[in-house]
């Protein structure tokens, strides 16, 4: 069973940062491509940034290109989002999440193309 835990989130003025990480449990963290997403209020849960097993391959929505760094730590089974130059609009719930690919590296930047899914951590923006 493959269960994902977030932390991070807070509440933090425009322009400022924070830095999202997720744990996985299971012994074959590599062989899973992880991504995040968003929902916020109203709106439909939306693709944030997406890293391979090897953390080879990355890539990131243009809303956030420049702005957030996707990375993983295989050895800790982690993987983080690091946020700067935050803006209201990137005001949302922010979900982790994992996709088992073994030696896949293709990413995946739609949500049905993950299986499993952390509980969400909430990121305020402040104007």
């Known amino acids: 069973q493959v269960q994902l835990v977030e932390s991070g989130g807070g509440l933090v003025p425009a322009g400022g940062s924070l830095r999202l990480s997720c744990v996985v449990s299971?012994?074959?963290?590599?062989?899973?491509?992880m991504g995040w997403f968003r929902q916020a209020p109203g709106k439909e849960r939306e693709f944030v940034a997406t890293?391979?097993?090897?953390?080879?391959?990355?890539y990131s929505a243009a809303s956030v290109k420049g702005r957030f760094t996707i990375s993983r730590d295989n050895a800790k089974n982690t993987v983080d989002l690091q946020m700067n130059s935050l803006k209201p609009e990137d005001t949302a719930v922010y979900y982790c999440?994992?996709?088992?690919?073994?030696?896949?590296?293709?990413?995946?930047?739609?949500?049905?193309?993950?299986?499993?899914w952390g509980q969400g951590t909430q990121v305020t923006v402040s104007s």
């Open positions: 890293i391979d097993g090897s953390a080879g391959n990355t």
């Open positions: 999440a994992a996709d088992y690919r073994g030696r896949n590296r293709a990413l995946t930047t739609t949500s049905s193309g993950y299986e499993h």
């Open positions: 299971g012994r074959t963290f590599s062989s899973y491509a």
